[in-house]
C-alpha cells in the first residue's frame, strides 16, 4: 500500500489530497476516510489503496499511521499546573463525583446542564493530568 501525508482537507466540502511519497498527489473523498473518521489533519501520515477514477488517481481504505502532533496540546501543556495545586483540584472533583454518585443512587440523575458541565470539568481535569 501506498503512504503519504494529507496535503489538505476540507471537511464542509468532503475532499482533499494526499500527497504520496512517491511525489505523487492523490484525491482524498470523505468515503475512504476511516470508519468513524469525518475529517482528517493536514500534515497527517497515512496508507491508502489507489484506484483509476474519472478524473485520475484516487484515494480508497485510507489508514492513519500518524497524527501530526497537537499545537493546543503542547501549549496546554506549558501550562499545565502544579502538582500541589493539581491535589486541591483533584479533591473538589472527588466531592463533585461523591455528590453525583449519591444521587444516582437514590435513582436522580444531575440535570443536563449539571452533567454537561461535569464532563467539561472531567475533560479539563483529564488534560491537566495528562499534560
Known amino acids: 500500500m501506498p503512504t503519504g501525508k494529507v496535503k489538505w482537507y476540507d471537511a ?14 492523490v484525491f482524498l473523498h ?7 473518521e469525518s475529517t482528517i489533519k493536514g500534515g497527517t501520515r497515512v ?13 480508497l481504505s485510507v489508514t492513519i499511521i500518524d497524527a501530526p502532533p497537537s ?4 501549549l496546554r501543556q506549558r ?9 486541591g483540584i ?12 449519591n444521587g444516582l ?7 443536563r446542564a449539571q452533567g454537561a458541565q461535569l464532563a467539561q470539568v472531567l475533560r479539563r481535569v483529564a488534560d491537566d493530568l495528562e499534560g
Open 30 to 36: 470523505a468515503n475512504a476516510l476511516p470508519e468513524g
Open 12 to 25: 464542509e466540502k468532503g475532499f482533499g489530497f494526499i500527497s504520496g511519497d512517491d511525489g505523487e498527489d
Open 71 to 74: 499545537v493546543a496540546k503542547n
Open 105 to 111: 443512587r437514590r435513582g436522580r440523575y444531575p440535570e
Open 79 to 87: 501550562d499545565r499546573k502544579p502538582a500541589d495545586e493539581m491535589v
Open 47 to 59: 496508507d491508502y489503496g489507489v484506484v483509476e477514477g474519472r478524473r485520475g488517481a484516487q484515494a
Open 90 to 101: 483533584v479533591e473538589d472533583v472527588i466531592k463533585l463525583l461523591d455528590n453525583v454518585s
